[in-house]
């Protein structure tokens, strides 16, 4: 007996319809090709693998890279009737081995395996499974460019020479487009066919807070807490001290709050969460550590009590908030201490230049004034062209130009150096600058140079990151951060579209943005 795709969605998973994508990529693995699926987080990516592995001959082997999901994922198949396990270091010696034999056996459908545990022994594993297909979780991590690079996971691409035949999957909720690249080619993905959901969480409101000091800033959640009274939500601060303060406080005011973070020992923290799950607990005071595969549907709210690391954790985070697609609220408070702190950690990271590079870009999402939606989205590639009436700076609005022209010029600029330059040498063009390399390049004799004279250097480095964040530019920073037109760009310098920009406020301006609720 063999079932469609479809009814294996209905016998199985109980859905009567597939979400837009899953039956395209579903086809495509089936048919025995590689994908690559980027679709945030609740979207739906488990049974565009999952059904293929129920319709492919021998073991779909699942890499992925968080030992504690696996487990909920396993027994949720197992729940549905599907034949799963999982392998991990946290399992004897005995039990791997029954493990394997059941799948050597042909009782297992899908195998989860850690990173770990695939690289320590690929040839028993591999050997014993008669392997269908593979799939790369969280599949960012092989990237350095990606936010969460696990060197581990490079070793997979080895897989993909002993099995070039089999359909390779890779997976993730967050990778910005170089990291989309670069996790083709260390997976060694033959042509794969890339699908993109729409990243947009239309039901988060964004607001950002910029400047508040400690005492305000704990009174105004405060307040936003008790005037949502009985809706929990999750605060996420920088350190674990901050955690512990924050939670005490708010508990002082009468709220019912308590911290998490990765000092506490697990019993402890297994506690929190289940509170949490169960509505025991409203609010949770957390370190990125928190949330981390907790599937709860009506976290109505998330705040940022410190700036995030980068867009991708950011991103992640107030995608906690709202899951089941009710309106919910995010708040992001940013003050300077935060980037300084933030600052030494990117340069103290095994790779500064990327980190330092992410924490510009939140900072300039902070400070921007532009639709923070649009900002976001482009961030991941898409395009949001209307403004979208759900965040602090569209509903309080800074006042516009027709900045068509301006931006023609600085596109232009970027054409005649091929794109290969990044923003102070576009700049140093636009301006007009004779400095030495730029005449050695032969960047004096463009017809650009000096076209852009009439502004000072950190007018047109705003109006460069607005363009950047209106999705006109993008920065490669697997190319020296080299700016480059996106096909928005093109069709704005062919004189085909129009484009508003910013007038630009004085460069310290007062928070004055309200929160809302
Ligand atoms: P992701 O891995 O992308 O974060 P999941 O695969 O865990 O998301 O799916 C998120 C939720 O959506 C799950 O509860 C899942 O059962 C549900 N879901 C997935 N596909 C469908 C569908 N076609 N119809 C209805 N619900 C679905
Ligand atoms: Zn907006």
New binding site residues.
Partial sequence: MSLSAQEI?QKY?G?????PQ?EEIINEVISGNDVLVL??????????FQIPALLRDGVCIVISPLISLMKDQVDALKTNGIAAAFLNSTQSFEEQQKILESCYKKEIALLYVSPERLISDISSITSMTNPSMFVIDEAHCISAWGHDFRPEYRHIGLLRQRFSHLPFIA?T?TADKVTRKDIIKQLHLKDPKIFVSSFDRKNLSLDVRIGIKTKQKLEEITTFIKQNNSLCGIIYCLSRTTCEEVAYELKIKGINAGYYHAGMNARERERVQENFINDDLMVVCATIAFGMGI?KSNVRWVIHYNLPKSMESYYQEIGRAGRDGLPAATILYYNYSDLTMLNRFAAQSGQADINLEKLKRIQHYAEADICRRKILLSYFSETLEKNCGNCDVCRHPRKHFDGTLLIQKALSAMARMREKEGATMVIDVLRGSLRTDLREAGYDKLKTHGIGSDLCTSDWQRYLMQMLNLGIIEMAYDENFALKSTAYGKEILFGKKKAELIVLPPLIKPAKTSLTT
Avoid: H, I
């Avoid at 859905?15 to 979400?19: A, I, K, L, S, V």
């Fill in positions: 969605l998973f859905y009567d319809e597939f979400r899953q679709m945030p987080t609740g979207g739906g990516k488990s049974v565009c997976l909720a599937d």
